[in-house]
């Protein structure tokens, strides 16, 4: 496996679900980052890890609860989320005090019913 | 709070025309970056802008970051069907805030 991986690549869940979202990169990076895109509205970054601490929480809602376990790693665990939390899910990463050069991963399209 | 303004939203255009969009800011950014995002894929960069009048080159792609340093163009040239995707600029301000614009939709007709 090369770059950034995420898996599921497509997850549909009701409101009373519990899932996780996974993420890995493979590029020696420590900086990891968990973004929302909607339709027709800028990329919304969500969470910021660098060398697994949490520095950023863009006022994101409890139901999302990221995890880091280590640099290569990422997971956003999801609980009681909403129709309007049905989004595509980007992780990304790069060196940490390089958030310019992020690489992505091809995401995980949410359904919430 | 920070809006990136891109333009044009969607563009429809013949297989080799040259395209041209655009991103402007309301303050001051210290980087620009451009990103390509295919179907079911995440965003690839394209090429980064770290200083004011700089003029970037990657195969047919040519990306400016302007004098203001509150806007930035990509240029395609002699366009081709796989240019089809959406086009991202992003940028980091003064304030070392990361944002995404909203995207051009490109189609290419062969």
């Known amino acids: 496996e090369t770059g950034v991986t995420q898996t599921p690549r497509h997850l549909v869940m009701g409101m009373t679900n519990k899932k996780s979202l996974k993420c890995e990169q493979h590029l020696g990076h420590n900086a990891m980052y968990w973004y929302k895109q909607s339709a027709k509205k800028p990329l919304e970054l969500m969470f910021v890890y660098n060398f697994k601490e949490q520095t950023e929480n863009n006022s994101v809602p409890s139901r999302f609860s990221p995890e880091c376990p280590n640099s290569s790693h990422l997971f956003l665990h999801l609980h009681t989320l909403q129709p309007e939390d049905s989004a595509l899910y980007l992780c990304?990463?790069?060196?940490?005090?390089?958030?310019?050069?992020?690489?992505f991963g091809p995401g995980t399209r949410l359904t919430v019913l | 709070g920070q809006q990136l303004n891109q333009s044009p939203q969607s563009m429809f255009i013949q297989e080799g025309e040259d395209v041209s969009m655009n991103c402007t800011s309301s303050?001051?950014?210290?980087?620009w970056l451009w990103y390509k995002q295919d179907p079911g894929e995440g965003p690839v960069l394209l090429i980064a802008l770290y200083k004011a009048g700089e003029l970037t080159s990657n195969g047919r792609l040519t990306a400016q970051f302007g004098i203001t340093r509150k806007d930035s163009f990509l240029n395609i040239s002699a366009s081709i069907p796989s240019d089809v995707g959406i086009y991202f600029c992003a940028g980091r301000n003064t304030g070392n805030q990361f944002y995404f614009g909203t995207g051009t939709s490109l189609t290419v007709i062969p």
């Open positions: 303050s001051i950014f210290n980087t």
């Open positions: 990304a990463s790069s060196q940490a005090g390089t958030v310019n050069e992020q690489f």
